[in-house]
């Protein structure tokens, strides 16, 4: 068994030698025109790829200029916010778009029932698997709890390499899509229980309620929701299914893809894409920032008193130091993110019903407010808005999921946009995904 504080003082002894050798003068990514993060200087992705699965607009041309515009996302052809209109007051979207997103085309009220029996059917693990494998390591890393569930699931997959790779992902991308609110709920009970000393319970998935309704049902002792708190967290899972092929997990998953790989190592890999702070985090940073804005001012109904505090965030003064204001723009969107359009409303709703209107005149305010700062000290003129995360952990937290599910719930959701994907970049793609990196490196003797 290794010394871990021996191997440690040999890792900070040789930090230095790492960074002398690794650094890379920016000079030379400008003089060979590489774009860091396949990103140019205004933040624009490279193109890579060609998909028909979902669009992202946030500018539009205008006499010949590029304009920043109210952002757009459409899923297969369709907007989203038409999508969430379509489902009413009552319906439950996320079984119907994830049918839209794998399959391209929208289902019949027949086929919807087929697809929703389809899921349900999968919504079992293995005899044994949640004690054998999720409860024997628990974590309060969740990410990684789901993401060793779904490695080992593949050793309980008689098709693992079926020469039908296309069929037999697909049908691989359904199971999965269908137990991974089981593998994020089982795995947080099993933390709650073991690390937190709490009572453990485990309830199996109903097969008539939706994946929302089923979540909420899995995650509480008693077993009870109402239908608005179901409700809120479906429209949560169906603006979160997917965001274009560029995203840092979605390609992810494409390149994983391409080289040939199994159904569960792509989605594993994506998966560990996904829990990486600069990624699936965000909502939590969000929560952070918010209960540090609470600690910090006396008033919130005084916005002279929280724009203060906004710009002493923004000169690194408090909280992270770091000068952001999180959930306040998005490296795609400009003027509005459509998806914090469409939510609001619900989270609004749900403000009401929990009685946390006061927290939500606080969230109002600095939507009002931190564009308008964020635009006068970062000379930003494009458009700041704010983003779908800068709600979700408020949703999350009114709907009493721990913050150790958050970027779970994310999973739960874009599981459906990486499958999408996997089964485009398998049919459409068929080539290793190998972009070029030039070497700098000097020679020696």
């Known amino acids: 068994m290794r010394n871990e504080n021996e191997l440690m003082d040999y890792a900070i002894k040789q930090e230095a030698v790492c960074r002398k050798n690794d650094s890379i003068s920016d000079t030379l990514f400008e ?63 996320f079984e119907r778009t994830a049918y839209l997103l794998l399959f391209g085309e929208m289902p019949t009220e027949e086929e919807l029932a087929d697809f929703c029996k389809i899921m349900a059917q999968c919504r079992t693990l293995p ?104 409700k809120v967290l479906d429209v949560a899972l169906l603006l979160h299914m997917e965001h274009g092929g560029g995203n840092n997990s979605t390609f992810t998953t494409r390149v994983v893809t391409s080289s040939g790989s199994d159904t569960y190592s792509s989605i594993a890999a994506a998966m560990s894409s996904l829990k990486g702070p600069k990624h699936g985090g965000a909502n939590i940073k969000v929560m952070e920032m918010m209960e540090n804005i609470r600690e910090n001012i006396h008033d919130v109904h005084d916005k002279e008193e929280i724009s203060a505090y906004l710009g002493k965030m923004l000169e690194g003064e408090v909280f992270d130091k770091k000068g952001l204001i999180y959930g306040m723009g998005h490296a795609v969107y400009s003027l509005s993110d459509p998806r914090e359009r469409v939510f609001k409303k619900y989270v609004e709703k749900l403000a009401v019903a929990k009685e946390r209107e006061e927290d939500m005149l606080l969230y109002n305010s600095i939507e009002e407010l931190a564009p308008k700062l964020i635009a ?30 958050y970027t779970s719930i994310f ?16 049919i459409g793609m068929n080539k290793i995904i190998r972009p070029a990196y030039m070497s700098v490196m000097e020679e020696k003797e």
């Open 127 to 230: 005899t044994n698997f949640t004690r054998d494998v999720i409860m024997k390591a628990p974590t309060k890393d969740i990410m990684n709890s789901m993401t060793r569930s779904i490695l080992t699931l593949a050793s309980y997959d008689s098709q693992l390499n079926s020469p039908e790779v296309v069929r037999n992902s697909l049908r691989q991308c359904i199971e999965l899509i269908s137990i991974f609110p089981m593998l994020a709920v089982y795995g947080y009970h099993a933390y709650n229980h073991y690390e937190n000393d709490d009572s453990m319970y485990i309830h199996r998935p109903e097969p008539e309620l939706s994946t929302a309704e089923n979540l909420l049902m899995m995650l509480r002792p008693d077993r009870n929701y109402s239908k608005l708190e179901a």
């Open 411 to 426: 999973a739960i959701a874009r599981i459906v946009g990486w499958s999408a994907h996997r089964m485009e970049e398998l």
């Open 31 to 93: 003089e060979y025109g590489v774009n860091r993060g396949l990103r140019d200087m205004n933040g624009k992705g490279v193109l890579t790829g060609l998909t028909t699965i979902s669009k992202i607009v946030s500018f539009q041309d205008v006499d010949g200029v590029k304009t920043p515009c109210d952002g757009q996302l459409w899923y297969r052809g369709y907007n989203v916010q038409n999508l969430v209109k379509r489902m009413g007051d009552d319906g439950f979207g």
């Open 376 to 405: 006068q000290k970062r000379h930003i003129f494009k458009g700041v808005s704010p983003n779908v995360d800068f709600y979700s952990g408020f949703v999350y937290d009114m709907l009493g999921i721990p913050q150790e599910l």
